[in-house]
């Protein structure tokens, strides 16, 4: 079967169907339509002490740089489990999970970010296969210049927040965004 007959088949028209508003991918033969939805993040900010749990990325985009424990929820995975499966493979991590910290809306990149705060039930951490280092940092000691995304510095700062006691429901983007700090390595 040649590809041409294998791109002839299935949604391939882009129009705005009957009561939508937007062009969507739809299938000429049967009128199916490929809905196209933002994909959903989980993490955690995970706390020892006063220590916060980051991970260096072994893996792009940003590879290098610091992040907290977080990915993309799987098919019926609830956020919560995706929280805690996220701080295992990313960091070996065991967490009591928290009150949620903040939700952001990543438009760019149509994602959404749902953050958690959580305490780790172990100090003792170790790099999975995504991470190439992994470290608890006292809040002086965090390498804000060396973080993989705006959003890593916003859940840091509303956490911090949220450990004063400033903020008693979730957040969400900071206006105006806060741009991150770092240049490329
Ligand atoms: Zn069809």
Same mark, same amino acid.
């Given at each position: 079967m040649?590809?041409?007959?294998?791109?002839?088949?299935?949604?391939?028209?882009?129009?705005?169907?009957?009561?939508d508003d937007r062009h969507r991918l739809t299938c000429p033969d049967?009128?199916? +339509? #490929?809905?196209?939805?933002?994909? %959903?993040? +989980?993490?955690?900010v995970c706390r020892w002490d006063a220590r916060i749990l980051l991970c260096r990325r072994a893996i792009e985009?940003?590879?290098?740089y610091w992040t907290l424990p977080a990915g993309y929820l799987e098919l019926n995975e609830s956020v919560e489990d995706g #929280?805690?499966?996220?701080?295992?493979?990313e960091a070996r #991590?065991?967490?009591? @999970?928290?009150? @949620? @910290?903040?939700?952001?809306?990543?438009?760019?990149i149509n994602l959404v970010q749902i953050i958690f705060r959580a305490r780790l039930l172990r100090a003792n951490?170790?790099?999975?296969?995504e991470s190439s280092e992994v470290h608890l940092f006292r809040w002086d000691e %965090?390498?804000? #210049?060396? @973080?993989?995304?705006p959003s890593v510095q916003w859940a840091l700062e509303h956490d911090r927040r949220a450990e004063e006691g400033v903020t008693p429901v979730a957040a969400s983007n900071?206006?105006?965004?806060?741009?991150l700090k770092s240049p490329p390595l």
């Open positions: 040649s590809t041409h007959h294998v791109n002839d088949v299935g949604p391939r028209v882009q129009c705005i169907p009957e009561g049967c009128g199916y +339509i #490929a809905y196209e939805n933002p994909k %959903i993040v +989980i993490g955690a985009p940003r590879r290098g #929280a805690r499966r996220e701080a295992w493979e #991590a065991e967490l009591a @999970l928290g009150p @949620l @910290l903040a939700v952001y809306s990543i438009t760019r951490v170790s790099p999975g296969p %965090i390498p804000f #210049a060396e @973080l993989a995304f900071p206006e105006p965004e806060v741009p």
